[in-house]
């Protein structure tokens, strides 16, 4: 099974302040992303990245950015947190076939509540 | 007009019963359509990929029509355990995208 992990389920953070959001695949994937989701928006793209050290705008990267130093690991940061990205983040990864970017289904970690006051 | 569409219910199923959902996309180069199931406060876990006109696995049925760009969902049996929020989910490949519609919620009760 993929196991996708994010480094907090829940965190309270202050206006200003720049936040680490972690994400870990075990399955050797070269695909990652970043979501977030919202009552009534539904899942958006913030980041995603197709290799280590690449990296593409999603839907809404603004506010936000990413690393991907390694292939396991995808991070997304706030640089300056803002009490509109009060959201749950959520990471997936998936797997990148020969010869395509692939539409292979993603793989969800469990997500971040992330609260900004 | 958003991208892929789906009623976002709830759906009341009497538990044993058949439910059936569409999900609509605007775009007609999507190549391929998944079907996640999120629970509350849950992250989506893929239920179903469906590459070509359909799929099938056990109780739950995807088919895509083409022609009217839509992809529904059929629940057969409804058990309790199957109350949850479907996402429906267009790839295009234009782009590699990967296009999430806002989710069904189903309710099955007793």
């Known amino acids: 099974d993929v196991k996708v992990t994010q480094s907090s389920r829940y965190l309270v953070k202050r206006t200003g302040e720049k936040v680490f959001l972690e994400c870990v695949q075990d399955?050797?994937?070269?695909?990652m992303f970043w979501y977030r989701q919202d009552p009534g928006l539904g899942l958006r793209l913030i980041y995603f990245?197709?290799?280590?050290?690449?990296?593409e705008k999603g839907d809404i990267p603004e506010g936000y950015s990413v690393s991907r130093e390694k292939k396991e690991r995808f991070s997304l940061i706030l640089e300056s947190a803002s009490t509109n990205q009060t959201s749950m983040y959520l990471c997936?990864?998936?797997?990148?076939?020969?010869?395509?970017?692939?539409?292979?289904?993603?793989?969800f970690g469990d997500g971040t509540r992330l609260s900004i006051l | 007009r958003k991208e892929v569409e789906q009623d976002p219910g709830p759906f009341n199923v009497p538990e044993g019963a058949t439910v059936a959902f569409n999900c609509t996309y605007s775009?007609?180069?999507?190549?391929?359509f998944f079907w996640y199931r999120q629970d509350c406060r849950k992250e989506p876990k893929l239920l179903m990929s469906?590459?070509?006109s359909g799929n099938e696995d056990g109780r739950f049925t995807a088919q895509l029509n083409r022609a009217s760009q839509y992809i529904s969902l059929l629940i057969r049996d409804s058990k309790l355990s199957d109350s949850a929020t479907y996402l429906c989910?267009?790839?295009?490949?234009?782009?590699?995208?990967?296009?999430f519609g806002g989710g069904t919620r189903v309710l099955v009760k007793p």
């Open positions: 997936a990864s998936s797997f990148h076939p020969a010869g395509g970017r692939g539409n292979q289904p993603q793989h």
């Open positions: 399955m050797d994937h070269e695909n």
């Open positions: 990245s197709y290799d280590v050290k690449m990296k």
């Open positions: 775009n007609s180069a999507s190549q391929s």
């Open positions: 469906v590459y070509s």
């Open positions: 989910v267009a790839f295009k490949a234009a782009g590699n995208k990967l296009t």
